[in-house]
């Protein structure tokens, strides 16, 4: 038995949580600055750092007293150590170093994108390994061959905007609220998706990368050219295209890699319509985590320390931060 402590801090959520197992979120927390940057139409680093300190001890004693346990009773703390905004990755490293000593218990670095992965593992039924990981967040867009435990090969990736970036940046564009991921699904409810024609970057060809900034310039220019167009249609066919890369995409991979099921995380991962085309259009099983562990939480984190540490791998008081560091 496990019970690790995961804290989360690469970005504007902090997430704090005590998981047992790998597998058991006993306590999550998750504060989302999102009021906070709203305002600014976009995360500004220095504000997320500070608030990140402002909070995060008060974090920690809730999901201590929340999951009814004490520090001597957790076998290690799990931490973000990369990729994300640097400052607010020093505060969660910092302060789960700090912990780690303190109690003394191993420090588990973790990647953020392979804490994305390891919230599949937080669903009701997790996946076996081998699979593909479809990841879809704020700053990545990226199809992963899984093949064991910590055993990663990026098959794609994203060559400019990443898709939660081309959502938050097509929000701004139609003056709908940050974050834009779920503006836009809100405001494509009452729209038609076939109003228009967006493209489909890079659908035809034989790479899995992606590619989300053409697609965001085609509604630059579609509002230059009406600026009375309807939000609501606009923001369907930008979905529509959005959604519809990553299917295929995604169809490409499975074929050619045979991988036998799908796990698809991250914030994105929240979103219905592609919920409902993973639905329809995928043909082995696919994997999403409940939607509070698709955006940022240290859930996740605290899973991708339980099977690191499950699986040999050394804690690390030593481990830096890093704004990018490759999985
Ligand atoms: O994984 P996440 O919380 O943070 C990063 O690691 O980046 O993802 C945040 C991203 C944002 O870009 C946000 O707009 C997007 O996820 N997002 C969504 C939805 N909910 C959040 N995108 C599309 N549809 C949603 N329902
Ligand atoms: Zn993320």
Redesign the pocket.
């Given at each position: 038995m496990s019970l690790v402590l995961g804290i989360e801090t690469?970005?504007d959520?902090t997430g704090i949580a005590i998981v047992r197992d790998g597998r058991e979120v006993l306590a999550n927390e998750v504060a989302s600055q999102i009021d906070i940057h709203k305002e600014f139409g976009g995360v500004v680093p220095e504000i997320a750092s500070r608030q990140h300190t402002k909070i995060i001890s008060q974090l920690v004693d809730k999901v201590l007293r929340d999951a009814n346990t004490s520090p001597e009773a957790l076998d290690a703390v799990a931490v973000t150590v990369a990729p994300g905004l640097l400052g607010s990755l020093m505060v969660g490293t910092c302060f789960g170093k700090a912990l780690a000593y303190v109690w003394k218990k191993p420090f588990v670095p973790v990647h953020?994108i392979e804490g994305?992965i390891y919230s599949a593992f937080l669903a009701a039924e997790a996946p076996e390994f081998p699979f593909l990981a479809l990841i879809v967040?704020?700053?990545?867009t990226q199809l992963i061959r899984c093949d064991a435990p910590h055993q990663y090969e990026i098959l794609g990736t994203t060559r400019d905007d990443?898709i939660?970036?081309s959502?938050?940046k097509v929000a701004r564009l139609l003056g709908l609220p940050y974050?834009?991921?779920?503006s836009?699904?809100k405001a494509a409810e009452g729209g038609n998706a076939r109003a228009y024609a967006f493209p489909r970057a890079m659908a035809m060809k034989d790479t899995l990368d992606f590619s989300y900034s053409g697609l965001k310039t085609a509604v630059l220019y579609a509002l230059r050219e009406n600026p009375q167009a309807n939000v609501a249609d606009i923001a369907a066919s930008f979905q529509a295209a959005a959604v519809d890369i990553l299917i295929k995409k995604t169809i490409q991979a499975l074929e050619s890699t045979g991988l036998p099921r799908l796990v698809v995380a991250?914030?994105?991962a929240?979103?219905?319509l592609?919920r409902d085309r993973l639905q329809s259009d995928i043909a082995v099983p696919v994997f999403v985590p409940p939607f509070k562990y698709?955006?940022?939480n240290g859930a996740m984190i605290a899973a991708a320390g339980a099977a690191r540490l499950a699986n040999g791998f050394a804690a690390d008081l030593d481990a830096a931060p890093s704004a990018s560091m490759a999985l």
């Open positions: 690469s970005c959520e953020h994305h967040s704020g700053g990545h990443a939660g970036e959502f938050d974050p834009g991921g779920p836009i699904q991250g914030g994105v929240a979103n219905r592609l698709c955006i940022d």
